[in-house]
């Protein structure tokens, strides 16, 4: 049965220029995130599509993101697709909810980092 669903976009552009002010990538991604998305031409995509994942997380759960908290969650990048590793309290809230599964898909595109998240559960 589904949960939730939810769905961000996220200006890779804007990110970029929030990156380049001082500690704006500490104060919302973990270091494993931030290792991820390096240095390079590409980082601002990679914490974009990060971003978008948390937004895309909190629609599907219908709390929004600064209820969540920017500690809910990192998305970590595996063989198989991205997953969200999830805080303790965080992990609880969505059980309490009776979410089983949490299904993520990110992508970039044209200037543009986009997110899907569905939740499962009985």
Known sequence: MIKGIGI???????????AERGSFAERVFSAEEREYAGEGVHAAEHFAASFA???ALAKAVGCGLA???????IVRRTETGPVFVFSE??????????????????THEAGV?????VLEGD
């Open 67 to 73: 209820s969540a908290g920017l500690d809910a969650c």
């Open 53 to 55: 994942a948390r937004e």
């Open 113 to 117: 980092a986009a997110a899907v998240v």
């Open 8 to 18: 961000d976009l996220c200006e890779i552009e804007r990110i970029r220029k929030a």
């Open 89 to 106: 309290d965080f992990r609880r809230r969505l059980e309490d909810r009776g979410v089983k599964n949490v299904f993520l898909s990110i």
